[in-house]
Nanobody, 116 residues
Framework: QVQLVESGGGLVQPGGSLRLSCAVS????????MGWYRQAPGKERELVAR???????MYADSVKGRFTISRDNIKNTVYLQMNSLKPEDTAVYYC??????????WGQGTQVTVSS
């Protein structure tokens, strides 16, 4: 059974930083794309950043230059380093992993609140 466990969310002041982690566990062959999404109250879930198995990355325009996605293929973990956080970054952040022969799996979500 595949599980995605997220950590690292919390309350931070504008301009601050947070680092999210998402560890994938279970009997898996390999992980293809891994990504972070977010959903603010009253809004649809949106893609924040994605990283391929080879390390290629893409970012939403709203986070370019502030957020960095990375992964550790040994630990089956994806990270999101968030710097220069803004109040509009407040949302529940979800990780998603595309696992070979099994499909897409989501984490439970972690709250990020940017407020003074």
């Amino acid at each position: 059974q595949v599980q995605l466990v997220e950590s690292g969310g919390g309350l931070v002041q504008p301009g601050g930083s947070l680092r999210l982690s998402c560890a994938v566990s279970g009997s898996i062959f390999s992980i293809n794309d891994m990504g972070w999404y977010r959903q603010a109250p009253g809004k649809e879930r949106e893609l924040v950043a994605r990283i391929s198995s080879g390390g290629g990355t893409m970012y939403a325009d709203s986070v370019k230059g502030r957020f960095t996605i990375s992964r550790d293929n040994i630990k089956n973990t994806v990270y999101l380093q968030m710097n220069s956080l803004k109040p509009e970054d407040t949302a529940v952040y979800y990780c998603k992993s595309s696992i070979s022969f099994m499909g897409d799996f989501w984490g439970q979500g972690t709250q990020v609140t940017v407020s003074s």
